[in-house]
């Protein structure tokens, strides 16, 4: 994880939800690409679109006192911005196939892997794509007893 000063603040406008509240985790999403406001927020627009496209039924929720979160079963990915990247973290990445070589960060872990998009890289949406898809199954998967 890089240095703590790499981190974009964005203040957190979550509230215990109440009915009818405005503030829902799309909601929020919005607001965290709108104030990014550069091309973090592009990025971020760019791959919720590729999560949407690959799963039209998936769940946006809002965790961790500011991280978008989609989730299909069980958590896909998280989407985090910093100063200079948005990182997607899959949940289970260490379990998926990923032969386009998409995952390039937290690699050493057990269990997650990442995908760390600097200014001005794009991601091959297919592949992209179809992390979300095995992401999807590997969620659906009955849990191993340990």
Do not use: Q
Not at 78 to 88: D, M, R
Request: contains cysteine; aromatic residues 6%; glycine residues 10%.
């Amino acid at each position: 994880m890089g240095n703590v000063d790499d981190i974009t603040h964005v203040p957190c406008t979550m509230k215990k939800s109440t009915p009818g509240e405005t503030d829902s985790a799309a909601a929020l999403i919005d607001k965290r690409i709108a104030d990014l406001g550069d091309w973090r927020g592009d990025t971020l627009a760019r791959m919720r679109k590729l999560i949407h496209e690959a799963a039209p039924d998936v769940v946006e929720t809002w965790k961790w006192m500011g991280t978008p979160v989609w989730e299909h079963g069980g958590i896909i990915c998280t989407g985090e911005s910093y100063k200079a990247k948005v990182k997607l973290t899959f949940a289970k990445g260490a379990s998926l196939k990923d032969p386009a070589k998409l995952f390039n960060s937290s690699l050493d872990g057990n269990v997650r892997r990442a995908i760390d998009i600097g200014e001005g890289e794009k991601v091959d949406a297919k592949a992209f794509k179809a992390l979300v898809h095995e992401a999807i199954a590997l969620n659906g998967l009955p849990k191993r007893k340990g």
